[in-house]
């Protein structure tokens, strides 16, 4: 939760959000529909992803939050983080990995970051979060492991 108050990209009511989740994942980790992975140094998190299959979908999974704590960003770890969701997420069978995202100038970082690792702008909602705010789909396909 410390890293999430500590990005600036999130809002409040956001970061609530994201301990609800964090939440339903530690009191069910079977059940909640949420996988969480976390990068550690010196025993201390430093980052985190949390995704999750799709409902009433067949190998679709969704990335929901991504966060490095502000002092470790550029060093890698949060491709560290991607690569291991979308690992995992083909082990499970996962086709295709969905992001949804805002359209503000505070998330031009965190678009760039998905787009260098192969995210592309599927969807656009005009004014889906508030007016002037629009809602970016980006998807990424996903191909099996080679044996």
């Known amino acids: ?7 600036p990209e999130f809002k409040p009511s956001e970061v609530a959000v994201a301990e609800e989740v964090i939440d339903s994942h530690l009191n069910d980790q079977i059940d909640s529909g949420y996988y969480i992975l976390i990068a ?3 025993s201390t998190a430093i980052g985190y992803i949390c995704y999750g299959p799709t409902p009433l979908t067949e190998g679709t999974w969704d990335l929901y939050w991504e966060a490095v704590a502000p002092e470790k960003q550029g060093q890698g770890i949060g491709s560290i983080l991607m690569e291991s969701a979308e690992s995992e ?3 499970a069978e996962g086709r295709l990995a969905i992001i949804e995202t805002s359209s503000t100038p505070q998330y031009e970082r965190a678009r760039q970051f998905h787009f260098s690792h192969g995210y592309q702008v599927v969807a656009s909602i005009p004014d889906f979060y508030a007016p002037g705010d629009d809602k970016i789909v980006l998807q990424k ?3 099996p492991h080679q044996t």
């Open 1 to 7: 939760m410390k890293i999430l108050h500590h990005t």
């Open 40 to 42: 550690e140094a010196d």
């Open 89 to 91: 997420i083909v082990k």
């Open 141 to 143: 396909r996903l191909k």
